[in-house]
Nanobody
């Protein structure tokens, strides 16, 4: 069973950038559509976006579009979330997920990381 570990979170000022990494162990990511979710305090976990197994296609929610970029390096078994022009409302715990897919109106995943905190100060 693949295990995911996120890193790269931290405190950043509004307008700044941050890159999150998601490294896998116990299996390969190269067959999975990978995605990122986030959960702000007191709110439900929200979908951010995904990247297909080959990296040829990405999708982002409106809140992430134009500011966030998901990429992957299958040789390194790692997925990235590059975030720029960060806003205080981007503050959340960010989760990496594998085998992301749509299920009705929701996005679900089979494997999850433990999350990494991102805090954007105003």
């Amino acid at each position: 069973q693949v295990q995911l570990v996120e890193s790269g979170g931290g405190l950043v000022q509004a307008g700044g950038s941050l890159r999150l990494s998601c490294a896998a162990s116990g299996g390969t990511l190269k067959h999975y559509t990978m995605g990122w979710f986030r959960q702000a305090p007191g709110k439900e976990r929200d979908f951010v976006g995904y990247i297909t197994w080959s990296g040829d296609r990405t999708y982002y929610t409106d809140s992430a579009k134009g500011r966030f970029t998901i990429s992957r390096d299958n040789a390194k078994n790692t997925v990235y979330l590059q975030m720029s022009s960060l806003k205080p409302e981007d503050t959340a715990v960010y989760y990496c997920a594998a085998e992301v897919r749509a299920s009705g109106t929701r996005w679900v995943a089979s494997f999850w990381g433990q999350g990494t905190q991102v805090t954007v100060s105003s």
